[in-house]
Each structure stands twice: as C-alpha cells, then as structure tokens.
C-alpha cells in the first residue's frame, strides 16, 4: 500500500513538472494583447448608396475650427447675451450646429442607427498593429491608447497587439458578444489558446459585462480595467438632469493632468468666474439627446441609482421598448453580478482579473461624490466611499474583515473591503480619468500585471501597495515615509522622502514641510538645493506616533519649481499613523525562495508541498 502512495506522488511530480513547462510555454508575454477602448475611440464611417465611404466620428479639429470660424459673429453676440443672464441663444447657435455636424451617428428610438454606420476595419486581421501600419498606411484613428499600442508592441511584437474597432453607441451586452467574435478570430489568427485584454473607461465596462457573460469559455488569460465605467458615469446624471455645475477648478486641474502640464494654471482663475458654462451647457441638453439619447451605451452608463428615475423621464415606453429591455437586462442581471462573476473567472477559470481606478477627486460636472473626474469610484471598483470632502469617522471599521488585511484607503476615503475585488483592485488617488499614461506607478503596475507572472494581488509587491498617490508630473512633488509602505507612518519611519516628479528637466525647490493631526517637526536645514528631476532627497524629522494610531495626517509640502511661471506650489498628501504590520510578508519570503533557488525551483517546490499536504492524511491513515 505504501508503495502504491509512492507512486502516486511520483505522479503527482511529474504533473508538477509537466505544468511548470507548459506554463513556460503559455506565459503571459506569448499571449496576445486585444486593447478595448473607452467612450467613443473607434472611429465611424458612413456607407452611402453608391457604396462610397465617408468618416463620420472621429473629430477633426480643422473641422470643428473652420465651424467655430463661420459662426464667430453669432458666438460673439452669444456671448454679448450671456452677460445678462441669457444662455438660450449661445446654446442654440452651438446645439444646432453640434446636431447638423453629428447627424449621421444618431439612432432610432429603438436604439437601431438611423444610417449604414459601422467601423470601418473590424476583423482581427485588419485591426492588428501590423496590419494596420503595413497593410492600411498606419491609420491613427483605428489603433487604440497609442502609448499602450506601442508599449505593448515593443515587448511582444506589432503582430500580437489588438485593437477593437466596435460601435460604440451599442449597448454593453451587444458589444461584449462583438467582443467574443473578435477574441475567436484573434485565437484563430495568432494560434494562442487564450488573450490578454487591457481596457479602459468604457472599455472596462465592455469587458466587465464580457467577463460575467462568457468568461466561463476561458478564453481570457489576464484583464485588466483602467479606470472602467462598469457601473456608468455620474456625469450623465448631472447632463440629463440639467444639473450641470462645472467644478471649473477641477477642470483646469484635469486640463494640467491631461497635458502633463507643469506650469500651474489653476492660480490664475477664480472658479466662478467661469460659471457660465454650467447654463451654457443645461441649455445644451435637449440637442445632445437628440445626437445620442438613443445610444444604448448611454443608457448602460446611467447609474443604477438613477436609472429608472431618468429612463422613465426621457424614454418613450414603446417607441424605445428595445432600448428599455437590453439596458434593463444590464443593470438588473450584468451589473449586480460584478463581483462573483470577477471573482469566479480568478478561482474557478484561472484568470488574473485586475482593476485600476482614479480616486479622491470631485466630479468635473459638479456632481459631490468620490470620483477619477469623470466615473464615480463605487461603480468602478465597489468599493465603499466617504461623502466627496469628507473621510470616514475616527472609529471607522471596514465593512468586510478580508482576512484581517487593511483595506481603508490611508486619507480615510476609501473602504476596498466591499470592492468587486478586495485583492486585486489598486486606487490612484489624484489620478484624473484617463491619465494612466503619465503615471510611472501605473505603467509599471500594468507591465508587470500585463506581461509578467510577478504581481497576482495587491500584496504581491511592497512597490505597489493597493493605495497609490498619483505621481502625474503636474503634481511636481511626490512624498512617503521611508520605512513604511507609501501613504502610510509608523514609529520606524525616520525620515520623509521627497521626489521630482517634473520630466522637462526642471530644477524643485522645498521651501516647507508642515504636518497636521500630530506634532511632527522635520528638519528644514539644507534645503536651499534643487532636487533634479528623477532625483529624491530625505528630510529628517522627530515626533511620537506611538499614541495616534489609525488616525489620519496631513503633509503639505510648499515648493517651487524652477524654469516655470508657477509663483509657489503646495501637495497635500494623505498618511495613515498605523503599528506597520507588514502585509507583504509571504511575498517576501517567496521572492527570497525565489532568489536563492530560482523561479522554476520554487515553483516545484511550492507543487511539491501542497501536493503532500493533499496526500498527508492519506500517509497518516496509512501509518496509523
């Protein structure tokens, strides 16, 4: 008998090794990568009765120039109007224009498109990289995140990178059938067994709503979803509802962001002095109903909230019937399936299934609530979220135990306790929507999550704990403790880093540290040299935070940044004093395995030891 046991966990080696060498074979880099992209990437084309072709989204802006040009007067007496309170005619001049410009993409009550609209490439062979540079004259409007094109393509080939051309204005469930067709027709050209997909904003969506309704095909390696609408925007809200309040602050901001501008602009503007806008833009309602108030993608993007309240307000019960019953299906069936359907395609199909989100920032329309600008953060990621401006009580405990891991955000805004995926959904707080790109904590997450098998989980690395600051350039400064995980203080911390985060070689300058919720006081001597872009200094302070654990402190770093125009700059950034039980404790122990004996060493003998803890009571039994 006992022989027979042997055997049978000489079996169970060779499996080991017989996986080992399979999965060398299926890594994550020999995967292809199919990018899905947000609201409005594909571009449209119109086929007219004599079959010819004419591009009818895709914005050009000489276009919209020469428009704005030949309506420079009736703008102007806009304008003129608008100074005593009246913003009827400017929304007139613009909605009309707007709907004379966009007219080929509306839609039919019933969702169906009034024209022959489609995109123009949809195949996997017209649409990857390599065709659409080699075979098509590299046509920019048909390749998605160009960054991510050509980071991707660099590491696995031009050959491997996908880009979803799709009909936007469909509904997410029809886009995500769209999304299986071309997933088979990538498997079929490329040979591979499975795909790697990275989305964003509505591509998340896309994506997530794929995952709930096919994901048991496994056809799926990796996913991840950049800050996704799965749950919609709150900015639709604010339009429908005529409730426009600009946060005009919040925009210039995002315009900063977005730019990578490091010259700050915001301290130039009063906020109301752009208030217009909002009675500009509520007056605009009617017109953008009439361009995409039928597209059952706008109607995916409502929040469940208020869902019924808007559909009910601005959808004929009959005449928009089919409309009704697919966006009725995703946020009665989809939606609510989020977390168990992610969480199954990780236990049960073997996926990696990751989200990134932008937080702690208000919604450009005006719209209070926790957000990356544009997609509130509970409907990106499930996560729980004090009221905007506001954190969670001193007392706060997070609503899910999660094995005991902290899953409060360190400014005390987020609990990721009640996220779709506790373990593998990271918050950039300061991240603007969409501005992934010119984040370096960002690109390296998404590198190593996308092409390597080094990170599963937010515990998997220390350098990529779950809560992150943006460190987007226009920031300037960047700050952690150094013996603590970042956003975070405890007694061994010894002294404050500081880093550059500017990239046209501009020259920062600290002029002040302040804390505030303890006494910490950092020693501000030798501060008078400039700290090179990509350099870091530390700042020695002194304080006790034996007695404030779990309360939330303030750091605001002033500064000033040399070769700009930005007078003196100031970072509020956000610390948790905590007790420092390290969470990164098995990922160390394994990279440490890993170094002394190699990956496919401890691979085998990480195997090895769960495959005898299955045959141990058997040994026992035996034994006894």
């Known amino acids: ?77 806009g304008f003129g109007v608008l100074t005593v309170g009246n913003a009827d005619y400017l929304a007139d001049v613009v909605g009309k224009e707007a709907v004379k410009y966009l007219k080929d993409i509306r839609c039919n009550p019933d969702g169906s498109s009034k024209y022959n609209v489609t995109t123009k490439y949809k ?99 990796k996913a991840i979803m950049t800050v996704p609408a799965l749950c919609g925007s709150s900015t639709l809200y604010d339009l429908f509802s005529k409730n426009i309040k600009f946060d005009e602050l919040n925009l210039l901001y995002f315009i900063e962001n977005g730019t990578i501008n490091e010259t700050d602009l915001h301290w130039l503007v009063e906020a109301q002095q752009l208030g217009f806008l909002d009675k500009v833009f509520n007056k605009l309602v009617p017109y953008l109903f009439d361009i995409a108030g039928y597209w059952g993608s706008v109607w995916d993007f409502m929040p469940s909230d208020i869902y019924d309240e808007m559909k009910e307000k601005w959808l004929d019960p009959v005449a928009s019937a089919e409309i009704i019953k697919q966006s009725d299906y995703m946020h009665y069936e989809i939606m609510p399936q989020f977390s168990s359907s992610f969480q199954k395609c990780i236990d049960d199909y073997g996926m990696q299934v990751s989200i990134i989100a932008g937080v702690d920032i208000n919604t450009t329309t005006g719209c209070p609530i926790n957000s ?149 006081r950092f020693d501000l001597n030798g501060l008078g040299k400039p700290i090179k872009e990509n350099e870091s200094i530390s700042v020695g302070f002194s304080g006790d935070t034996s007695s404030a654990t779990s309360k939330v402190i303030e750091i605001a770093v002033t500064y000033a940044v040399k070769g700009t125009t930005t007078p003196l700059g100031q970072r509020v950034m956000y610390f948790t004093v905590t007790d420092f039980e390290n969470d990164f404790d098995n990922s160390s122990q394994l990279k440490e395995l890993e170094k002394n004996f190699g990956i496919f060493t401890s691979l085998l003998s990480a195997f090895i030891l769960r495959i005898f803890s299955l045959f141990k009571p058997i040994i026992q039994l035996i034994n006894y």
């Open 1 to 77: 008998m006992k022989k027979t046991v042997s055997l049978i966990l000489v079996f169970a080696i060779v499996l080991c090794c017989s996986s080992v060498a399979f999965s060398a074979n299926g890594s994550s880099e020999d995967y292809p990568i199919i990018i899905v992209p947000g609201y409005g990437g594909s571009a449209l084309v119109k086929t007219n009765d004599d079959m010819t072709q004419e591009q009818v989204w895709g914005v050009d802006g000489d276009e919209i120039l020469s428009i704005v040009l030949s309506k420079i007067v009736q703008i102007g007496i």
């Open 123 to 221: 195949t996997a062979h017209e649409t990857s990289r390599e065709a659409l540079y080699k075979e098509y004259g590299n046509y920019e409007d048909y390749q998605f995140e160009k960054e991510f094109n050509a980071f991707f393509a660099e590491k696995i080939g031009d050959d491997k990178v996908f880009n979803f051309n799709h009909d936007f204005r469909n509904g997410a469930v029809k886009c995500a059938e769209n999304l299986d067709a071309y997933i088979q027709e990538v498997k079929a050209q490329t040979g591979c067994e499975k795909v790697n997909i990275y989305s964003i904003s509505h591509g998340g969506q896309v994506t997530g709503t794929y995952l709930t309704i096919y994901g048991e095909k496994c056809d799926v390696n």
């Open 372 to 520: 990356d600008g544009i997609i509130f953060t509970a409907g990106a990621t499930g996560a729980t979220c004090a009221e905007y401006g506001k954190r969670f009580p001193d007392n706060y405990t997070q609503k899910n135990s999660c094995g005991g891991k902290n899953k409060i955000s360190p400014s005390m805004t987020i609990d990721a306790s009640t996220s779709y995926l506790p373990d593998n959904t990271w918050f950039m707080s300061g991240m603007f929507h969409g501005m992934m790109v010119w984040e370096d904590f960002g690109l390296n997450l998404i590198n190593k999550l996308m092409l390597t098998d080094e990170i599963k989980d937010v515990y998997s690395d220390p350098g990529f704990p779950q809560f992150h600051t943006s460190s987007n350039p226009s920031y300037s400064v960047f700050a952690k403790f150094d013996n603590s995980i970042e956003g975070f203080i405890s007694a061994d911390d010894k002294s404050l880093v500081l880093s550059n985060l500017t990239k046209e070689n501009n020259d920062l300058y600290i002029l002040n540290i302040e804390s505030n919720g303890i006494d910490l």
